[in-house]
T-cell receptor, first 114, second 110 residues
């Protein structure tokens, strides 16, 4: 069990650039989640996949954000035209079926927008 | 989603028991109570969850009030490695959408 992995761990970009993060969940976990966490706050839900289907998106996920999970395995989160307010830790988690079980979180990708 | 209320911070001496409280007065009958913790510079880590009965695992115990409007996470012997932010969360969706609050920052004093 290698756990949930996220790449890159750190990303520094200039305002207006596009960035893409990758999450590799625990194999055979059907469910994958993305969260955003800013300093001093708890993680905020962004979006959720069951297999390749994106089933819910938070209103926090503006039009500049897009997430995919094309083959029901790894997922990518892209932010277009980054803004300074996008600076945060982006966390990925996965969980197996059935419901009410624990979510396994990755170490996160810290984004800094200059 | 139903909300939870936790103290912002708590302190404990090393090797002493720690009781971390959580209020969730608007909990619904199908909400599970989950606890996660987040060590510095890491993603959150599952600790324990329960519905109505008290629960024990290798990390902690969860005591749930009879009316389910509050719960307490119990660390039986705090160690320095237990210093973290502890989140009490209600699982209100079948797909486990989780809403985190600001949690309780636990400091363990050697």
């Amino acid at each position: 069990d290698t756990g949930v992995s996220q790449n890159p761990r750190h990303k520094i970009t200039k305002r207006g650039q596009n960035v893409t993060f990758r999450c590799d969940p625990i194999s055979e976990h059907n469910r994958l989640y993305w969260y955003r966490q800013t300093l001093g706050q708890g993680p905020e839900f962004l979006t959720y996949f069951q297999n390749e289907a994106q089933l819910e998106k938070s209103r926090l996920l503006s039009d500049r954000f897009s997430a995919e999970r094309p083959k029901g395995s790894f997922s990518t989160l892209e932010i277009q035209r980054t803004e300074q307010g996008d600076s945060a830790m982006y966390l990925c988690a996965s969980s197996p079926v059935p419901t009410y079980n624990e979510q396994f979180f990755g170490p996160g990708t810290r984004l800094t927008v200059l | 989603d139903a909300k939870t209320t936790q103290p912002n911070s708590m302190e404990s001496n090393e090797e002493e028991p720690v009781h971390l409280p959580c209020n969730h007065s608007t909990i619904s009958g199908t909400d599970y109570i989950h606890w996660y913790r987040q060590l510095p510079s890491q993603g959150p880590e599952y600790v324990i969850h329960g519905l109505t009965s008290n629960v024990n695992n290798r990390m902690a115990s969860l005591a749930i009030a009879e009316d389910r409007k509050s719960s307490t996470l119990i660390l039986h012997r705090a160690t320095l490695r237990d210093a973290a932010v502890y989140y009490c969360i209600l699982n209100s969706g079948g797909y486990q959408k989780v809403t985190f609050g600001t949690g309780t920052k636990l400091q363990v004093i050697p």
